[in-house]
């Protein structure tokens, strides 16, 4: 079973990253997708949902009208576009996914990627 997050990078404030997730190993198609992040010194903060069942999305209020996460073109994958960045979005954005319930929440989670770190810095 593997996750593995990619995109993240340096960016300064009001730019866009867009990030992906690829899955393998097990049947995505089964799981609410979600995207987490953890600033520095900071406690693990929930993103965003995709909802397995019909794609509904959600969003943090910290992030929402700003990150729009979605499938990706290719299979067994999950993007997460960012916009409009601020210092404060710096962090390690982490994707993760589980079963039943579909909510903006840093855990629990069955599976985890690694996470990809974004830096937003002049």
């Known amino acids: 079973v593997q996750l593995q997050a990619s995109g993240g990078g340096l960016v300064q404030p009001g730019g866009s990253l867009r990030l992906s997730c690829a899955a393998s190993g097990f049947t995505f198609g089964s799981y609410d997708m979600s995207w987490v992040r953890q600033a520095p010194g900071k406690e693990r903060e929930g993103v965003s949902c995709?909802?397995?069942?019909?794609?509904?999305?959600y969003y943090a209020d910290s992030v929402k009208g700003r990150f729009t996460a979605s499938r990706g073109s290719a299979r067994n994958t999950i993007d997460l576009q960012l916009n409009s960045l601020k210092a404060e979005d710096t962090a390690v954005y982490y994707c993760a996914v589980r079963r039943g319930v579909c909510a903006v929440a840093p855990g629990p989670y069955e599976y985890w990627g690694q996470g990809t770190l974004v830096t937003v810095s002049s």
């Open positions: 995709i909802e397995v069942r019909d794609d509904s999305t």
